[in-house]
């Protein structure tokens, strides 16, 4: 037998000899010597998607919330779609933000980090001129919007930053616009503070809080409208189907082929925070156009993936989609 002292050092030749495997072949993949590369990874993911605000005014107009009529939000609604890294040399969003029918903006907005330093740097690009629809966008057509860039860190489970320059005019290149941003990114929401300066600037405008805008879910959506009933089927049946809907208060239109009476159906994510437990859920409710209460409201737990609603003359189902890119 082999003296102990003789083993080991078999043992560490072997470990030695070109053809064993280096000591950092197991090692973590996507090594990089930025290192606000995670943090980056996990703000595209946030920021992808569809947002609204929605349940930020169900609570403002809720009485128990006793908001003043001039301190509650708007509606607004946006859509960020990730576009090729190649367009930018950098990772890009098409954002789209509403407010009903009107368009609020419609830039480019990119993300590129300080390495060495913390943080990570957001920038407005303007879209110049129109493309016709499902064109894409080239880098020409893209402007950068000066002292628009925000710096960006991370905090805790968000990011968060603030306008770098004292003033940047967002809308249309106007002085008059001109407004400091911050911002707070997570994973489900995303809460932005627009603060106008210089002429723009009013006591009333200034002292409206941040606009919180929630990460929508995506959803399919059908709904059947019988002229009788389910059991009893007809030529004169109606059948709609909804696709790319979203659970922050989206709203479909149907009408009903036994008196002619038109239906909204309204898919809602609610948070009630008034309850210590099941103030979160999801609800379908159905109401007819200009009534002031619902014919009917069905709800379930957010984490399923369906609900449905059947009152014989009317079934509806609305599905979750299991790729949120499509």
């Known amino acids: 037998m082999k003296p102990l002292s003789a083993l080991l050092l078999a043992s560490a030749t072997a470990l030695a000899t070109p053809a064993s495997a280096p000591l950092w072949a197991n090692a973590p993949t996507g090594l990089t010597d930025d290192r606000n590369a995670r943090d980056l990874d996990l703000l595209l993911g946030w920021f992808e998607g569809v947002f609204d605000n929605d349940l930020q005014i169900w609570f403002e107009t809720d009485p128990r919330s006793a908001t003043p009529a001039d301190a509650r939000h708007a509606r607004f609604h946006a859509v960020h779609k990730r576009l090729p890294d190649s367009l930018l040399g950098l990772p890009a969003f098409h954002v789209v933000e509403t407010r009903g029918d009107a368009v609020l903006a419609d830039h480019v907005v990119a993300f590129q980090t300080e390495k060495p330093r913390d943080g990570i740097r957001l920038r407005y690009f303007r879209i110049n001129g129109k493309n016709s629809e499902g064109a894409a966008l080239t880098s020409s057509q893209l402007t950068l ?109 149907v009408e009903s082929p036994r008196d002619g009476k038109r239906y909204q159906l309204q898919l809602r994510r609610q948070r009630y925070p008034y309850y210590r437990s099941g103030g979160e859920f999801l609800l379908l409710r159905l109401r007819e156009v200009g009534a002031p209460s619902s014919v009917a409201i069905v709800t379930t737990d957010t984490a399923n993936e369906n609900i449905t609603l059947n009152l014989g003359w009317v079934a509806a189902s609305c599905n979750a989609r299991k790729d949120d890119r499509k």
């Open 145 to 253: 919007m000066p002292d628009c860039d925000v710096l960006l860190e991370r905090r805790g489970a968000q990011v968060e930053g603030r306008t770098l320059s004292s003033g940047c005019a967002l809308a249309g290149g106007s002085a008059a616009r001109a407004v400091r941003e911050t911002l707070w990114i997570g994973p489900d929401v995303y809460t932005r503070l627009r603060t106008p300066v210089g002429a723009a600037s009013t006591p009333a405008r200034a002292s409206l809080g941040p606009v919180a805008f929630y990460k929508a879910r995506p959803f399919d959506c059908s709904v059947d409208m019988f002229a009788d009933s389910y059991l009893k089927r007809s030529p004169n049946d109606r059948s709609y189907s909804f696709k790319g809907r979203h659970d922050l208060g989206d709203m479909m239109q």
